[in-house]
Every structure is written in C-alpha cells, then in structure tokens.
C-alpha cells in the first residue's frame, strides 16, 4: 500500500530532475505551488537572503530558527530585525528538551569542547527533527560551494533522516552570486560577518576565518567536525 511518505519520496524524485537548473525563485515558487503552507524555512539568521527570496513568492511562511541557548547576540538581533522587516513570517524559535544550565548539570560543562556532536544532536538536530515532523518540505540555504560534503547538493531531494522533501534553492550559487544579491538588495546581514566571521553557529564553536580560508574552517576549529547534523 501506497503511503504518503512514499508519495512525498516520488514527488522529491520527480521534482530533483525537474527542476535541476530551477532559478532559486522557480525552485520557490514550485514549493509554495506544492506544499502550500505546510512547509518552513531553515534560517541560522546569518543572513535573509533565503527569507527575501521567499518572501517574493509567498509573504507568509514559517521560519525556523535553532534557538541554542549559545548564539552570539549579534544573531539574536538579525532574528528579530528579520522578523519586524518581514512581518508576514512565522519565526519558530525551536529549543532543545534542556537548557543550557540543565544540560551542564547532566553532562557537565563545556560539553560542546568534550563531545560537539553530542551536543549539536541534543541542542539542534533533535529540535530541528522535532519541528520538521509537522511539515511535508523544509527549504534550506544549503550551497555546494559551502563545502565539499556538500559539492553535489540538488535543488531539490528526498531528506530521508528525517523524512520530508527538501528545497536548496541556492545550492548553485557562486560566493560572488550570493555577495551580489545581498549588496543589490540591500539584504539583512548578521555584524559579525564584516568582522570575519564567515559561517556563524553557536558562539563557543564559531571563530573567525583568515582571509582567502574555507568560510567553514571557524567552525568547530581544531575539532575533526564540519558538520553539525542537520545537513549531513
């Protein structure tokens, strides 16, 4: 017997050679065509690119922000900056099942120095799955050119960690592409990314990238990790 996820895995296929050289609004609009309003928008609050070129396809949507419990404040006022510039979304602010305090009083301080992917698994992918379970497509900022784990990353695909379709309409995009869409448009931007701060996560494991470095060697610096979960 046919299930729904079976129908959403199908649809996922279809629509990964379909839309294969999809403009990221094109990749946009098909989602909001398909999904309606029950799909959300991952956002670190690096910046609003993905949340701008949403917008103009659909003004209402839901947002998804990881809210760690470690995140510079700079990201927490790009957050809320978002949400007044962009009135029509739906900020979720997903938290893990403890704080901060109460995680350390379980495992002990620092746990993201003695066991970082422990901690992103408790504080952003259990959130992170716990949220996309109430919706049939997540859309996410995901670019090939992030890294190499991420070199061969569709436009669209079936996620099957946790189920769902999922859109990377700016997966094609150039650093210079997505620089230029910023400066055109006059994009929100977190302050720390003029200060080097090139790939923004949870302040203890984000740090600085020296000039022409990976934009992702300040995460996690010194740790043999380049990913926190959620995409891999």
Known sequence: ?????????DLAERASAELAGASALEALAWTAETFGD???????????????LAAKVKPNFDVLFLQTGYHFPETIGLRDAVAATYSGINILNAAADQSV??????Y????YERAPDQCCNLRKVIPLRRTLANY????????????????????????ERNNLVKINPIAPWSDEEFRAYIDRNGILENLLVAEGYLSIGCAPCTAKVAPGADPRSGRWAGQNKTECGLHG
Do not use: C, H
Request: charged share 25%.
């Open 1 to 9: 017997m046919t299930t729904a996820t079976d129908e959403l895995k």
């Open 38 to 52: 029950n799909w959300i928008l991952a956002s670190n609050m690096q910046d609003a690119v993905l949340i701008d």
């Open 101 to 106: 305090a109460e995680q350390d009083a379980e």
């Open 108 to 111: 002990g301080p620092k746990l």
């Open 136 to 159: 049939d497509a997540w859309v996410t900022g995901v670019r090939r050119v992030d890294a190499p784990t991420r070199a061969g990353t569709p436009i669209v695909q079936w996620d």
